[in-house]
């Protein structure tokens, strides 16, 4: 057994693994194959590893997508990303011939050291209700539900006359987003502020994902005079089907039908770049935005938690 870094002669294993080993988001989502492979041409371009080169020398680098080799085949992988508190962990995968020899744990424990000696107190991740398996095991390694979400879904949006947002709803500013922040944090249970609070800078729309995925991102908030009570982005990507929506953010003096409207101005610029549907996520904890989204035709589809431990050693 060999733990390493993603190598670009993964690449097809490793979307061949996504595809197959995550019906459920994959039903949603809808990888295409040939904006997975634009992906990792622009990841592997000569000033992007140059780039990440340097930051994985001082150590900075943003992510680590692991590998566990076996045999010299791809066993399992994970990608561990960096938020303010916490490394956050995403698709960890085994592959079915491979499983129960303790590979997912080994590839937590290496997520759990970066994690630390990145100076973030955490780990968390998430997982589908639906997985026992996995839940399992993240209980056995001291994992806690900190909060619980739903993936939901509009089915086929039809692309709307483009017409002028209501005089509440405006385009997103850069300034907008400290108090945004403020309205997001408040409105999240405790733990998640302390594990995973939201900053200013997670409402830009110029992120290394953004450029890596080729994203096109718009965003709107409410502001009836007195600055930002409500936010939603839409962005749209070659890498999946489906377009998303971030969880709306709406404060507590916006009114239901106005929220909804905001939801359904993103929804409409998205339509016109015609996803096969549109997916979002909000937490139980935000009653405000799950009926946002209701209202503008989404429907629950798959429900899952974020669960979180410490990064120090066992």
Same mark, same amino acid.
């Given at each position: 057994?060999?733990?390493?870094?993603?190598?670009?002669?993964?690449?097809?294993?490793?979307?061949?693994?996504?595809?197959?080993?995550?019906?459920?988001?994959?039903?949603? +989502?809808?990888? $295409?194959?040939?904006?997975?492979?634009?992906?990792?041409?622009?990841?592997?371009?000569?000033?992007?590893?140059?780039?990440?080169?340097?930051?994985?020398?001082?150590? @900075?680098?943003?992510?680590?997508?692991?590998?566990?080799?076996?045999?010299?085949?791809?066993?399992?992988?994970?990608?561990?990303?960096?938020?303010?508190?916490?490394?956050?962990?995403? /698709?960890?995968?085994?592959?079915?011939?491979?499983?129960?020899?303790?590979?997912?744990?080994?590839?937590?424990?290496?997520?759990?050291?970066?994690? !630390?000696? @990145?100076?973030?107190?955490? +780990?968390?991740?998430?997982?589908?209700?639906?997985?026992?398996?996995?839940?399992?095991?993240?209980? %056995?390694?001291?994992?806690? #539900? *900190?909060?619980?979400?739903?993936?939901?879904?509009?089915?086929?949006?039809?692309?709307?006359?483009?017409? !002028?947002?209501?005089?509440? *709803?405006?385009?997103?500013?850069? %300034?907008?987003?400290?108090?945004?922040?403020?309205?997001?944090?408040?409105?999240?249970?405790?733990?998640? @502020?302390?594990?995973?609070?939201?900053?200013?800078?997670?409402?830009?729309?110029?992120?290394?994902?953004?450029?890596?995925?080729?994203?096109?991102?718009?965003?709107?908030?409410?502001?009836?005079?007195?600055?930002?009570?409500?936010?939603?982005?839409?962005?749209?990507?070659?890498?999946?089907?489906?377009?998303?929506?971030? /969880?709306?953010?709406?404060?507590? #003096?916006?009114?239901?039908?106005?929220?909804?409207?905001?939801?359904?101005? !993103?929804?409409?610029?998205?339509?016109? @770049?015609?996803?096969?549907?549109?997916?979002?996520?909000? #937490?139980?904890?935000?009653?405000?935005?799950?009926?946002?989204?209701?209202?503008?035709?989404?429907?629950?589809?798959?429900?899952?938690?974020?669960?979180? $431990?410490?990064?120090?050693?066992?």
């Amino acid at each position: 057994m060999k733990l390493r870094e993603f190598r670009r002669a993964d690449a097809a294993r490793f979307y061949a693994l996504l595809k197959t080993e995550f019906p459920e988001e994959e039903a949603i +989502l809808g990888m $295409r194959p040939e904006g997975f492979q634009a992906v990792i041409q622009r990841l592997y371009r000569t000033d992007v590893r140059l780039l990440l080169g340097v930051l994985r020398a001082v150590r @900075r680098s943003p992510f680590h997508l692991y590998v566990v080799e076996e045999d010299g085949a791809i066993a399992a992988t994970t990608l561990l990303s960096f938020a303010p508190r916490a490394g956050f962990v995403s /698709t960890v995968v085994v592959a079915p011939e491979f499983r129960r020899r303790g590979f997912a744990r080994q590839l937590l424990a290496a997520a759990r050291r970066e994690t !630390a000696r @990145r100076g973030r107190p955490y +780990l968390a991740l998430r997982v589908l209700e639906s997985n026992a398996p996995a839940r399992a095991l993240y209980d %056995s390694l001291g994992y806690r #539900s *900190i909060d619980r979400h739903q993936f939901v879904v509009l089915e086929a949006p039809a692309p709307a006359a483009a017409t !002028a947002p209501p005089g509440a *709803i405006r385009p997103y500013r850069r %300034s907008d987003a400290g108090p945004l922040a403020e309205i997001a944090n408040r409105a999240s249970p405790e733990e998640v @502020r302390n594990v995973l609070p939201m900053r200013p800078r997670d409402l830009g729309s110029d992120s290394w994902a953004d450029r890596l995925f080729a994203a096109e991102t718009a965003a709107w908030v409410v502001d009836r005079g007195a600055g930002p009570e409500a936010h939603v982005s839409a962005t749209s990507t070659p890498t999946t089907e489906a377009g998303h929506l971030s /969880t709306p953010i709406v404060g507590p #003096s916006v009114d239901p039908n106005v929220a909804a409207e905001l939801v359904r101005t !993103a929804v409409a610029w998205l339509a016109a @770049r015609r996803p096969a549907r549109v997916v979002s996520t909000v #937490s139980e904890a935000s009653a405000a935005a799950h009926r946002a989204l209701e209202e503008a035709g989404f429907h629950d589809a798959i429900p899952h938690y974020t669960l979180c $431990r410490s990064s120090a050693p066992d």
